[in-house]
């Protein structure tokens, strides 16, 4: 049972252009939504994480968008960057207690100069 | 932010040897540290639940016999493959919960490449 729903799988986007990176749960028991970047042979890294009561929360280039009644949220990437290809995650669980992390599918991001 | 390194980075054996896989928090102390699995081009599958001084809990389908873990203090967990198979192959990434009384975060370390042949 697929609990987080990402998309696109791939997705590919000119230098300056918005990344727009989908998911979808289905647990509502989940309050934190992280999203990870992950380069090849690395672990994943933190990126920016939102909870339910805000709609929306921005870090530099970086936005998630949240929609609560949908039980949708969005990672926007603006003025995207060569060296912001990679694999993106997003994910969710339930803070407090013990924390599982439940992960979307990923998303390659490849950004072409 | 807060660093949770590993080692090895990387590890080749032969078939049917253990092979001990370690995972620290290194600047804060993680009560609860996460073994995941991740195949090529896959998301990260979670393994089990490491708990400093109890037993791990595992996921549904995952041998605890053969992915032994050992949470011996609050900076360090260990994941032990016994009689590795090349199925096994794989790479194993820890996590470890960073609880600072007002947020909590959780740090992935860079992983660890097992190839068993």
């Known amino acids: 049972q697929q609990q987080v729903k990402q998309s696109p799988q791939s997705l590919i986007v000119q230098k300056g252009g918005i990344s727009i990176i989908n998911c979808a749960y289905e647990?509502?028991?989940?309050?934190?939504f992280p999203w990870y970047q992950q380069f090849p042979g690395k672990g994943p890294a933190l990126l920016i994480a939102i909870r339910p009561d805000v709609s929306e929360k921005k870090e530099g280039r970086f936005t998630i968008s949240f929609n609560k009644s949908a039980k949708q949220f969005s990672l926007h990437i603006m003025d995207s960057q060569p060296g912001d290809s990679a694999t993106y995650f997003c994910a969710a669980l339930e803070s407090g207690g013990y924390q599982k992390v439940t992960f979307g599918i990923g998303t390659k991001l490849q950004v072409i100069p | 932010g807060a660093v949770v390194s590993q080692h090895p980075s990387r590890v080749i054996c032969k078939s049917g040897t253990s092979v001990k896989i370690e995972c620290r928090s290194l600047?804060?102390?993680?009560?609860?540290m996460f073994w995941y699995r991740q195949f090529p081009k896959q998301s990260l599958m979670l393994m089990a639940t490491s708990n400093e001084g109890s037993k791990a809990t595992y996921e549904q389908g995952v041998e605890k016999d053969k992915f032994l873990i050992n949470h011996a203090s609050l900076t360090l967990s260990t994941l032990t493959v016994t009689s590795a198979h090349p199925e096994d192959s794989s790479f194993y990434i820890c996590s470890a919960r960073d609880y600072t009384g007002t947020q909590e975060t959780q740090y992935f370390g860079p992983g660890t490449r097992l190839l068993v042949l």
């Open positions: 600047d804060f102390q993680a009560t609860t």
């Open positions: 647990n509502t028991a989940f309050d934190y």
